[in-house]
């Protein structure tokens, strides 16, 4: 038997068994039954879901008694709707739009909540339906560029910045001290800078940011916009002590905008996390640092080299002092 055939098999034997059960209900409801007075008892006895049961007598009678009505039918949006027009100011179109600039159904449904003009808003669920239903829930090699392309605009837009936990006993004369880096990423260019600092507090974590704002304004022309930290206790006051703290007043001076990532999503400051790694394969696994200045002069001249001498992999082999030519 071939598959069509056993297909149109099971077709005949679905609608006579539910034809069965619908002859027998409608006896029931004529109290034309032999055996049973009640709905209810029939449904017990049958051991029938009176809901399903509905479900398909409902579509049954809708369709003038079609025994074609009690097939089970596709589920999911129709195909016909891909082919509809999409109205200029529809929530579809918005998701398409945001959709082409590389942003993830989170973001999305986040954006579309701050548009008044939308009036109705969505979940990021929702927005994954319409994003099947268009065929584009799948990021395409075209988007990812266009998205590489906004995010990162010029020199300065954004700066990733993080604290890094050094190995303890780094610096041998101090085998039980363990010291810290605050580093931070240029978002377009991939400049960065990394200072040690003695401790996570905020206090040292403030001087060693402003550092690294003025050293990379000076040497490399970069004057962020907007930075990017995690949030911790370094970086952020609580909500109403947001300007007592010293990382958050540093940045007020500065004119910049600080951002910050979401709880438990570290990939949202990923260029720093990743930077994290290469630093340490560079310059700490393996050295021997016997004083504080030794392990600072070797961070510093990593400075020098990372940014102007080591070609960088997210740059096409560029390094990341050519981006400043190219801005």
């Not at 099971?10 to 009640?38: A, P």
């Not at 570290?266 to 790694?277: A, D, M, S, V, Y």
Request: hydrophobic share 30%; glycine share 8%.
């Amino acid at each position: 038997m071939n598959k069509s055939t056993s297909y149109a098999t099971m077709q005949r034997n679905t609608i006579k068994y539910m034809m069965g059960y619908i002859n027998e209900y409608e006896q029931v409801r004529r109290k034309e039954h032999g055996e049973y007075k009640t709905v209810r008892t029939f449904f017990e006895s049958k051991g029938i879901c009176y809901q399903n049961f509905y479900k398909f007598y409902s579509r049954f009678k809708a369709s003038g008694r079609r025994e074609e009505a009690l097939l089970p039918t596709r589920r999911g949006p129709k195909p016909r709707y891909k082919e509809m027009p999409i109205a200029d100011d529809s929530l579809e179109r918005r998701v398409l739009e945001y959709r082409a600039k590389g942003f993830n159904k989170f973001v999305i449904a986040e954006a579309l909540k701050m548009e008044h003009n939308i009036r109705n808003r969505c979940s990021a669920s929702t927005v994954y339906r319409i994003l099947q239903l268009y065929g584009v829930s799948r990021l395409t090699k075209s988007i990812k560029e266009e998205k590489r392309k906004i995010v990162r605009e010029y020199i300065g837009s954004l700066g990733h910045v993080d604290c890094h936990y050094l190995p303890k006993g780094v610096v041998t004369s101090e085998p039980h001290k363990r010291y810290y880096a605050i580093g931070c990423i240029d978002d377009y260019s991939r400049l960065g800078w990394v200072e040690v600092i003695e401790s996570t507090k905020a206090m040292d974590a403030t001087f060693g940011m402003m550092d690294i704002i003025m050293l990379m304004n000076e040497r490399y022309g970069v004057k962020f916009e907007e930075i990017m930290t995690d949030n911790g206790s370094e970086f952020c006051g609580g909500a109403t002590k947001l300007m007592q703290h010293p990382f958050e007043r540093l940045l007020l001076h500065f004119g910049m905008k600080h951002r910050r990532t979401k709880p438990y999503r570290p990939q949202t400051n990923g260029k720093i996390e990743r930077f994290w790694r290469t630093f340490e394969e560079d310059v700490i696994e393996g050295a021997v640092f016997s004083t504080l200045d030794e392990l600072k002069d070797a961070v510093l001249g990593y400075n020098f080299f990372y940014n102007e001498h080591r070609p960088h992999q997210g740059l096409g082999g560029k390094k990341p002092q050519d981006m400043l030519n190219m801005h």
